[in-house]
T-cell receptor
Framework: GEDVEQSLFLSVREGDSSVINCTYT??????LYWYKQEPGAGLQLLTY?????DMKQDQRLTVLLNKKDKHLSLRIADTQTGDSAIYFC?????????FGAGTTVTVRA | KAGVTQTPRYLIKTRGQQVTLSCSPI?????VSWYQQTPGQGLQFLFE???????NKGNFPGRFSGRQFSNSRSEMNVSTLELGDSALYLC???????????FGPGTRLTVT
């Protein structure tokens, strides 16, 4: 079955790094995703990683995947006020996405 | 390239009525999926369409249905609306069934 878990809240100072963690249970997942949702908006695809990779870097974003522990993390370097949002981790299996509950990131000055 | 568009953006309906929501995928994308987002249940998969056929369905009652047209546009229908159907309905499109999904802005449905 699919069950994605992530911590609910994260507060970070502007300019610091943010790390959002996620665990998943479906070992057959092929891709894992990070989406961002701002108030009143849909989901914005930030980045994704294939299950046979252990790291992916894309500008300020770094995704780490520990397949043995089924643990995924998203690091945002030099966090800005515009990064305040809800971040969702999702795993793909059987052609559909299963999402975590979302981590609300608050960036303080 | 234009993103995924959904219409209408906001909708208010009364219990017992039915509603139809529309989704236009990114040009060239052939797979369309629908998700329901509520504060209590989070994001839940409704169904997936590819080549005008429903390929996958989530755990929702038969009141929820959908279809996909030959131009890949999709509609979902909810009949006999209940208060619990109030939610943000999100549509996502992808180039192929295995490709990454891009979401539209959603339709906010309120049932009174």
């Amino acid at each position: 079955g699919e069950d994605v878990e992530q911590s609910l809240f994260l507060s970070v100072r502007e300019g610091d790094s943010s790390v959002i963690n996620c665990t998943y249970t479906d070992s057959s997942s092929t891709y894992l995703y990070w989406y961002k949702q701002e108030p009143g908006a849909g989901l914005q695809l930030l980045t994704y990683i294939f299950s046979n990779m252990d790291m992916k870097q894309d500008q300020r974003l770094t995704v780490l995947l520990n397949k043995k522990d089924k643990h995924l993390s998203l690091r945002i370097a030099d966090t800005q006020t515009g990064d305040s949002a809800i971040y969702f981790c999702a795993e793909r299996s059987d052609y559909k996405l299963s999402f975590g509950a979302g981590t609300t990131v608050t960036v303080r000055a | 390239k234009a993103g995924v568009t959904q219409t209408p953006r906001y909708l208010i309906k009364t219990r017992g009525q039915q509603v139809t929501l529309s989704c236009s995928p990114i040009s060239g994308h052939r797979s369309v999926s629908w998700y329901q987002q509520t504060p209590g249940q989070g994001l839940q998969f409704l169904f997936e369409y590819f080549s005008e056929t429903q390929r996958n369905k989530g755990n929702f009652p038969g009141r929820f249905s959908g279809r996909q047209f030959s131009n890949s546009r999709s509609e979902m229908n909810v009949s006999t609306l209940e208060l619990g159907d109030s939610a943000l309905y999100l549509c996502a499109s992808s180039l192929a069934r295995t490709a990454e999904q891009y979401f539209g802005p959603g339709t906010r449905l309120t049932v009174t």
